[in-house]
């Protein structure tokens, strides 16, 4: 069983930047793939970036590549998303979810533990 909590979320103006976290339980944490998705009002969830269980593979969503950067610190049971260059589209609310293999994926289905989330507004 692994606890998922995040944290950093809050206002901030267009061209902003923001660092979300996402406190994890359980003493394996190491072993699992973590991501966070995000899902505004009225819209589906989407995947924004994903990390392996070392932190030594990444993969981002196109919306998010070259201004978000997603890592995890095993020693901690954290992962941490940076967001930079913020814009009013990435307005949502940000959840970290956890998957028992330690392969990142894209697909939300795929993850079997998730955190209550973190709203992010960014403002024009």
């Known amino acids: 069983q692994v606890q998922l909590v995040e944290s950093g979320g809050g206002l901030v103006q267009a061209g902003g930047s923001l660092r979300l976290s996402c406190a994890a339980s359980?003493?394996?944490?190491?072993?699992?793939?973590m991501g966070w998705f995000r899902q505004a009002p009225g819209k589906e969830r989407e995947f924004v970036a994903a990390?392996?269980?070392?932190?030594?593979?990444?993969i981002d969503a196109d919306s998010v590549k070259g201004r978000f950067t997603i890592s995890r610190d095993n020693a901690k049971n954290m992962v941490y998303l940076q967001m930079n260059s913020l814009k009013p589209e990435d307005t949502a609310i940000y959840y970290c979810a956890a998957r028992s293999r330690g392969a990142y994926s894209s697909r939300w289905l795929e993850y079997d533990y998730w955190g209550q989330g973190t709203q992010v507004t960014v403002s024009s």
């Open positions: 359980g003493r394996t944490f190491s072993s699992y793939g």
């Open positions: 990390v392996n269980w070392s932190g030594g593979s990444t």
